[in-house]
């Protein structure tokens, strides 16, 4: 059995040598004898028959290294075992929540991020909406409507109180010198005058009736002229108790519809309200709208009594190129809605049938971006009526829009940079017209411009601008939030309106001017019209 285990040493030997490129993991590299492990085999096989011993075989650095063969301490590890096995993953919907808004809008800053954790009510993020812009400015716009007819509804309501009070006294034996001093300091409105006539007529009728009851007894007045003094006294106390019962019936019903006028406004801001609050999601939030909503209704509070003509941001000339041209397509969307060519339009027309048909020739001074003369060309064009339209303005940036503005169209419409007040303006023309200029100029500049425009026209001249209302304002500073997004008309609309003549003013302006006899008429949305030719 001793050369058994000799052999069995050997095979190991040799077995490990064999073996050992494969547990490395060379199994492509090929099978080298090593002299050395040969001379080792043979010495095991010598001693195998021989008493069994144990010996411990060193090898040198090279020879393991050869040999490949390697140590490692014993240790106790976890083997980790790995597995692929085919699925899918699936989203829990339990752990999602959607956000969304109620309107339409910008997103322009996000106050979280995916992980925060927030609390109920935390603002997450600003949202720019022009739908809730429009809102506010219909709450605004409807607010004022409700103080508005609230006060026609109080001012209705004190004048039914003082014609009830005179009718009633005048349904007695009225003295009228003393009714005239008792309701000297009372408002019964035009009804005053109505009434007091009737009274007059009656009082006069029934005072020569009874003076002619003794002219007639002595024979002075025939029967039939006192039969009808008699009549003529009837009459006058019928038509004085018709004219009270008229304008009972006329006042009370004026009160009852201002009443519901009222009561409709409020409704409507109401609405206005609650749409507000349902866009905002929360009454918490309207409440703090109706915050600022009323500090802005403080600040349309102005006085417009007497014109307030303050720096307009349009007039400013280092402003911004693209803020200008914002802002000239913000106005030209105002004009379209407020159709100042619709104003304007009827006139030309008249005047081209004035010429028979000869091409009409017009200057629209201050024409900034030019879309109130396109308009026009293009109306003319449509009616086969032959114009020529010449824009001025003292803008050069204005008059580059403009000009672009028309270059698509066939039209003959050229415009050029001039100063309307001291600039050299060629003429003649058949028609000299401006649109919202005017309340730029103080006094005595609209003045000259108005001797101007006379001196260059041979058939009309025209003025479109704004009047300087209360609705007016709030139409102004309400509109220019719905129909544009420019900062620049935003505030130099409702400054516009401050600036504004009142017609009485105009109509003093265009006398001053010798504009004798020119027409004012009003014009939605609190527009006015001038137009003067000459004699």
């Avoid at 023309?429 to 919202?436: N, Q």
Wanted: charge should be negative; charged fraction near 20%.
């Amino acid at each position: 059995m001793k050369w058994f285990a000799g052999l069995a040493v050997v095979g190991l030997i040799v077995a490990g040598a064999f073996a050992a490129p494969h547990l490395t993991g060379s199994s492509s590299e090929p099978i080298v004898t090593d002299p050395a492990l040969d001379e080792l085999a043979a010495a095991a096989i010598r001693t195998a028959d021989g008493p069994a011993e144990s010996f411990v075989v060193t090898l040198p650095a090279a020879k393991l290294a050869a040999a490949q063969i390697l140590t490692e301490p014993v240790a106790r590890q976890t083997l980790t075992h790995r597995h692929s096995v085919p699925g899918r993953v699936v989203y829990n919907d339990n752990l999602h929540i959607e956000v969304t808004a109620p309107t339409d809008g910008i997103l322009t800053q996000v106050l979280v991020k995916p992980g925060d954790r927030v609390q109920t009510a935390q603002v997450l993020g600003w949202l720019n909406s022009p739908e809730i812009g429009t809102a506010r400015a219909d709450v605004l716009l409807r607010q004022h409507e409700a103080e508005l007819t609230a006060s026609l509804a109080a001012r209705a309501r004190s004048l039914a109180a003082n014609v009830a009070a005179l009718t009633k006294s005048l349904k007695g034996s009225p003295d009228f010198d003393g009714l005239k001093k008792q309701f000297a300091d009372r408002q019964p409105g035009n009804y005053r005058n109505e009434l007091f006539g009737a009274l007059s007529s009656a009082v006069l009728a029934e005072s020569l009736d009874r003076s002619s009851a003794g002219l007639a007894e002595s024979g002075v007045l025939s029967g039939k002229t006192l039969q009808q003094r008699q009549a003529a006294a009837q009459a006058g106390r019928a038509r004085l108790e018709a004219a009270v019962e008229q304008a009972e019936f006329d006042v009370w019903k004026t009160h009852d519809q201002a009443a519901a006028t009222a009561a409709d406004a409020q409704r409507r801001l109401e609405i206005a309200r609650h749409h507000l609050a349902s866009l905002l999601m929360s009454d918490d939030a309207l409440h703090g709208e109706s915050s600022m909503i009323a500090e802005e209704g403080t600040r349309m509070r102005v006085d417009l009594t007497h014109r307030d003509r303050q720096p307009e941001l349009m007039d400013d000339p280092a402003l911004d190129a693209e803020r200008h041209r914002h802002a000239l397509q913000g106005l030209g969307r105002i004009n379209r809605f407020s159709r100042s060519t619709s104003m304007l339009w009827p006139v030309v027309r008249d005047v081209s049938r004035q010429l028979d048909g000869r091409r009409v020739r017009i200057l629209d001074i201050a024409s900034g971006g030019g879309d109130v003369a396109l308009r026009l060309a293009a109306k003319a064009w449509a009616s086969h009526v032959d114009v020529e339209i010449t824009g001025c303005d003292i803008s050069p940036f204005a008059i580059e829009h403009a000009t672009q503005l028309a270059e698509p169209f066939p039209f003959d419409l050229h415009f050029v940079a001039e100063d309307a007040i001291h600039g050299t303006l060629d003429g003649p023309y058949d028609i000299v017209m401006c649109s919202l200029f005017l309340h730029h100029l103080p006094e005595d500049a609209a003045g000259i411009l108005l001797r101007r425009m006379k001196e260059l026209a041979t058939c009309r001249v025209l003025v479109n601008d704004l009047r300087r209302t209360r609705f007016g304002y709030v139409l102004a500073w309400a509109g220019c939030r719905l129909l544009t997004r420019s900062s620049i008309v935003h505030t130099d609309g409702p400054l516009s309106v401050r600036a504004a003549f009142s017609i009485e003013e105009v109509r003093q302006l265009a006398d001053d001017a010798g504009l004798n006899g020119a027409t004012i008429t009003t014009h939605w949305p609190q527009r006015f019209l001038l137009d003067w030719s000459p004699a």
